[in-house]
């Protein structure tokens, strides 16, 4: 029979209300699929999977899609310096600027921060600024002259919200030597200079001069001479002076640099260099009292020494019980060698306390204390009153 025939009039409208919805849901499949195509070309689109399995009257978890952080590496800081006519050249270790020329240095980084050497920090003169751009961060000097030459440095600031802070790993330094045809040095207030020759420690005479093409050597005033510079004992840098690395008694004295250059040569400021045996470490006193435990009315002596290095000066200073009602202080200091390979002494200071009384029962403290430091130890003692005489029997 046909169909037409089975279902009827009524049939026949639901059977093509059905086709039409088949036709309009492959159409909107067709669309999508071709939508998909334009969004990534040349990609094709996955065939759905049925999964199989348990139902489950579990709903489905909702997944929230983490946030992607776009991470990027901190650009590297570099200098610049701008030259004439729009030039830029990336500065190396050291550069040099004519005196009297400007000099403009750019720093990659945002924000920035300049160091500049010190006759610059104290610029009253308004030849000096430091503005930050965009990217990079821009020092401008103009009317340079031979006192600005030195170390210009650069540093990248870190900052979280309105806190920064200069990252010290980062900063970039160039040395600006500023050559100026009258003065090869650069210029000192002072006339004579006082230096430290330490023992512990190297000594620079910061000679610096204005054109690394000058050459310089070091003499001593008195008696006249020029002092031989090996590079192991004494070292020159043109950056920076001369540099006595293990300073010794003979090199104590009047010393100054002279520099020449072409037809014209000069002195330096004269350096007063002062020999001070300075001790490896703070001294380490011990304390000694003659009894812990004295009579009333015999003597005590508390005894505080330090063993160190020779020719090092100890300075012992004393607390005691007695300083509650001003019982004046009494005490033998001495000085005296010690055996043995190294040179070493011994420094003592001996407290005297004559005729003790119950006042000066208690602790008694020592500090001594060298150009390192000092160090405080103590001890006590206690005085027992004097035995009653037994009386005698009739």
Request: positive net charge.
């Amino acid at each position: 029979m046909p169909l037409e025939n089975l279902f009827g009039s009524k049939g026949r409208l639901v059977l093509s209300a059905l086709l039409v919805c088949a036709f309009i849901l492959e159409l909107a499949n067709c669309q999508e699929e071709a939508q998909q195509q334009k969004i990534n070309p040349g990609r094709k689109p996955k065939p759905s999977i049925a999964k199989l399995g348990r139902s489950t009257n579990k709903s489905p978890r909702a997944v929230t899609a983490k946030p992607k952080i776009k991470t990027t590496a901190p650009a590297q800081t570099f200098l610049t310096q701008v030259l004439n006519r729009g030039k830029f050249k990336k500065v190396v270790d050291s550069i040099s600027v004519q005196s009297g020329d400007t000099l403009e240095l750019r720093c990659r980084g945002k924000p920035v921060q300049w160091s500049v050497p010190k006759y610059l920090e104290e610029d009253d003169e308004g030849r000096l600024s430091m503005v930050q751009q965009e990217r990079y961060g821009v020092l401008t000097l103009v009317n340079t002259t031979g006192a600005d030459t030195g170390e210009f440095s650069c540093y990248p600031m870190y900052c979280e919200d309105t806190d920064c802070r200069k990252e010290y790993d980062k900063a970039v330094k160039v040395f600006v030597f500023f050559p100026d045809p009258q003065e090869l040095f650069v210029p000192s207030a002072d006339y004579y200079e006082a230096i430290q020759l330490r023992t512990n420690w190297p000594t620079l005479l910061p000679c610096q001069v204005t054109s690394p093409q000058a050459k310089v050597t070091l003499h001593r005033e008195f008696p006249p001479a020029e002092v031989e510079v090996d590079g192991t004992e004494i070292s020159f840098n043109v950056k920076r002076g001369f540099t006595i690395h293990r300073p010794r008694p003979h090199h104590a004295g009047a010393l100054f640099c002279v520099a020449s250059l072409g037809n014209l040569r000069q002195s330096s400021t004269k350096y007063m260099l002062i020999y001070v045996n300075y001790p490896m470490a703070p001294p380490a006193p011990v304390i000694q009292a003659s009894s812990s435990s004295v009579t009333a009315g015999e003597n005590l002596r508390v005894s505080c020494s330090v063993v160190g290095e020779q020719d090092v000066a100890v300075e012992f200073t004393w607390d005691y019980p007695g300083q509650q009602i001003g019982r004046p202080l009494y005490t033998q200091d001495s000085i005296s060698p010690v055996g043995g390979g190294a040179a070493r002494q011994q420094s003592q200071s001996v407290l005297l306390v004559d005729e003790v009384r119950d006042v000066d029962q208690g602790t008694y403290t020592c500090t001594a204390q060298n150009l390192q430091g000092a160090k405080s130890v103590s001890t006590t003692v206690k005085v027992v009153p004097k035995a009653k005489p037994k009386k005698q029997k009739p």
